[in-house]
């Protein structure tokens, strides 16, 4: 059995923990808002205390064959396009590591030939005497082709289903193998199967109405906490942002919404992990922190190479998956994935944490306690 069957039959079947859910995310006054963030608050500090822990995305390759109407990096769209080598890859890790990170997310498009399992791990090999936690995401993958990352030292794996309306999924996803809604929605369990300690999910809010996708979203959690238990569930809420392409969502989640949805998340599910990037502007994750987040990305960069500069010698454009001649004036770098709002360097962040009373936290666990 796999959460499909789950999804599917959510229009009459929902958990109660599920049904919790529903509710708290129903139109509430002010005055209830409040009192759900007050809550939420409540229940953040006795299950995490005053930590937050952060990381950084290192992207990797923005090369893919998917045509994903949303997404800076879809085949079709005329970006400049760069894998980074090993070496490169080291030097962008070097960056990250002296801005203090201990934490380090992979992020690559879906292209085979360019992102393959050994790659990965040989990314991942080279990191580990750096970070004590390294996560990927990247284009799903089989259960045998997940274990040699985590045999090389990968902890968690991030998928997020995008939405999870099969329409909606058929509408936004044009060509390529991301087309199969299934396939993607088993990834987490089978990275749970090839040994990846944590598994990470989420639903990228305004491609469907936020509050069916949260529902869908909160039956995922509800359902790898029963079956996948042995791992540490974490979910993000992230919003869309603007990309190359110019997609534009066709719902809108605002800011009130997502602080909400935070809370709702919270209390419902008192020690998962909630993650808010760096796609949200300063004062609003300043805002949204105390009420349930527990893992922050900081001074992130959304294109290979965006830290240091490497890559730019094997730049090329791409139109429609062609190669063409590449276009420099206007541009040195790799194309991001899509447009951060939080550009405060992780210095700052770590301060105006310390400042609201949390204590950040760059490294929260050590690959030695794994050994022993």
């Not at 079956?227 to 989640?253: E, I, N, Y």
């Not at 998340?265 to 349930?292: H, M, W």
């Amino acid at each position: 059995m796999s959460f499909a069957a789950t999804l599917d039959n959510l229009a009459t079947e929902r958990s109660a923990v599920v049904r919790q859910l529903e509710e708290l995310i129903a139109p509430k006054s002010d005055s209830e808002l409040e009192i759900l963030g007050q809550r939420a608050r409540v229940l953040t500090r006795r299950n995490f205390g005053r930590t937050m822990r952060l990381f950084a995305p290192l992207y990797l390759s923005n090369e893919c064959i998917n045509n994903c109407r949303y997404c800076g990096f879809s085949r079709d769209n005329p970006i400049l396009r760069v894998t980074l080598d090993l070496d490169q890859v080291a030097v962008e890790a070097r960056h990250l590591a002296a801005e203090g990170f201990r934490q380090v997310l992979l992020v690559a498009g879906e292209h085979p030939k360019f992102v393959s399992g050994s790659y990965l791990s040989d990314c991942v090999r080279a990191l580990i005497p750096s970070f004590s936690s390294i996560a990927i995401e990247v284009g799903p993958m089989e259960a045998n082709e997940y274990a040699p990352v985590v045999a090389a030292g990968a902890e968690a794996l991030v998928v997020y289903q995008e939405t999870y309306d099969r329409q909606v999924y058929a509408q936004m996803h044009i060509s390529g193998p991301k087309r199969d809604f299934e396939w993607r929605l088993e990834c987490p369990e089978r990275g749970y199967a090839a040994g990846f300690r944590r598994i990470g999910i989420g639903a990228l809010f305004g491609l469907a109405r936020w509050q069916e996708e949260a529902v869908a979203l909160a039956a995922h959690v509800d359902y790898l906490l029963k079956h996948c238990w042995q791992a540490q569930v974490s979910v993000s809420l992230p919003r869309l942002r603007p990309a190359a392409g110019g997609f534009t969502p066709a719902f809108v989640m605002n800011d009130r919404d997502l602080a909400q949805l935070i809370c709702a998340f919270r209390i419902t599910f008192p020690q998962v992990g909630i993650v808010l990037s760096t796609r949200e502007r300063a004062a609003l994750r300043d805002a949204l922190v105390p009420l349930g987040v527990t893992m922050m990305s900081a001074g992130s960069h959304t294109e290979p190479g965006g830290y240091t500069g490497q890559g730019t010698a094997n730049l090329h454009k791409t139109v429609r998956g062609k190669i063409v001649a590449p276009d420099f004036e206007n541009a040195q770098i790799a194309t991001g994935q899509f447009e951060i709002s939080d550009d405060r360097p992780p210095s700052e962040i770590a301060d105006t944490l310390r400042r609201i009373g949390l204590e950040p936290v760059w490294k929260d666990w050590d690959q030695a306690l794994l050994a022993s």
